[in-house]
Every structure is written in C-alpha cells, then in structure tokens.
C-alpha cells in the first residue's frame, strides 16, 4: 500500500454532488482535479475550500458532452499532475458530470437524446477511455448512475436509459481493467436537494414530500448524504469491492 498522496479526478466538481464528493476526499487526505464547464468562479471556490483543509486542488475546464475535446483535456491533466504535483499518473476518476432533462417519453426530442447520450454515456465511455494511461494502476473509478435506473418515474426514460447503460458499463469496464487492478463501481443516488433538475427536489415542496413519502428513512437525499459515501467508497478499506452497483437512496421505492 502506498503513503503517496492520492489524487481525485472528479468531473462536474464545481456544484451539487461533484463539490460535495471534492470536499470530502479532500477530508480524507486526498488531493482534488476538479473540472467545470462553464462555471469557473465557483470551481475556483471549491477549490479555495480544499485549499484551507491543507489540501492541494486543480480546476479545469471540460465539455464533457464534447468527445473530441478529450485528447487536449488529457493533455492538460498531464500537464496539471507534473506542474501541481509531479506525477504522471492520479488515483480516482469519479465521472459526475452530467444533466437531467425531464420530458415524457412521446415528447422526447432527438436533440434531447442526443444531449444526454454525448454527455453521459459516450462522454463517460470515451474520457475514461482516453484517461486510462494517466490512471495509476491499483486505482479506483466510480461512475455516476441515478435510482431513476431501477425504478421508473415518468418523464425520465431517456435519462434513466442513460444511466442503465452506464451500469452495463460499468461491469464491463471492471472486467476489462482488473488486470491492472482498477476497480470499478456505480453509485446510485436517489433524489438529492441541489439544483439539478432545476432544483425540483430542493426547491419544490411538493416534489420533496413525495420523494420523502417514498424513502424508507423518510426525507429527501442532501448532498452530504452522497458526497461522504463516495470519498469513503474510493478508500483501500473498500478495495474488494468491484463492478457492483450502489445505490445511496435512504431506500426509496423499496
């Protein structure tokens, strides 16, 4: 086991889960690269906070709907991990990044699908895909999938199919990086209050009790709820963990 510092790589770290997930690795002694898509002001914040908890912390910017912009994003993680620490390689890749679009099924535009399909699927099969070689081996990936794929609420098919191909994925991914001992998981959250999704879950007092009508421990998911358990679930004391899907819901719709 090494003493090394671990390095985090977290897309989407800039607001809701993605800072949550940031600040508690940072918690953990672990360093942060966190990336934004538009929001820098706010991923510099973040990366402030992680600072005052003694911790070292990047930003960079990435389209993570974008599949060709990933040759020079990694590129410039190369660049960050020798600048900012130097090394070649880094530990943890959380695939966060991503949007919710609510319609119903017979209301579902192309466009619509395809915005997802780039962002969450191809975007997460592709970065990870061209970050393999900057990925320390005995590391960890966690990708990001939603309860949304194991129950079904109207006007999310095309995001929850997203999402169960994320989970397929996830397995073969495993499978297919065990021989360098890179393990890989899906956390599952349920509903959580940011501002995803317009911040329904947060924002709309009634989408919030019927959420937490349906959740066993009978409130809505909170961002430190799901933050905490990733940061805990890319630790050694989870190593034998592997190509299994997590859900981190309080246990809603059970």
Not at 233 to 254: A, C, D, K, P
């Amino acid at each position: 086991m090494t003493t090394e510092t671990r390095i985090a790589l977290i897309t989407g770290g800039s607001r809701g889960l993605g800072r949550n997930a940031a600040l508690s690795l940072a918690q953990r002694g672990v360093d942060v690269i966190l990336t934004y898509h538009s929001r820098r002001a706010e991923a510099d914040a973040v990366v402030t906070e992680i600072e005052a908890q003694g911790r070292k912390a990047a930003t960079l910017q990435l389209d993570a709907g974008n599949a060709a912009s990933f040759e020079a994003f990694a590129a410039a993680v190369k660049k960050t991990l020798a600048a900012v620490w130097s090394r070649d390689r880094f530990d943890f890749l959380v695939n966060n990044a991503g949007i919710g679009i609510h319609m119903p099924f017979a209301e579902t535009t192309e466009d619509m699908f395809d915005e997802l399909v780039n962002i969450h699927l191809k975007g997460t099969f592709f970065l990870t895909q061209r970050l393999l070689p900057l990925i320390a081996d005995g590391g960890s990936i966690v990708n990001l999938s939603s309860g949304l794929a194991r129950f079904t609420t109207p006007g999310f098919s095309a995001y929850a199919a997203m999402k169960g191909g994320i989970e397929v994925l996830t397995r073969y991914m495993a499978k297919e990086l065990g021989h360098r001992g890179i393990r890989v998981n899906t956390i599952a959250p349920g509903a959580i209050e940011t501002d995803f999704g317009g911040g329904v879950v947060r924002d709309n007092a009634e989408s919030n009790r019927q959420v937490a009508a349906a959740t066993a421990l009978g409130r809505a998911g909170l961002p430190d709820d799901i933050g905490p358990m990733i940061a805990a679930f890319l630790g050694e004391e989870n190593r034998w963990v592997n190509g299994q899907r997590i859900e981190v819901s309080g246990g809603v719709n059970l």
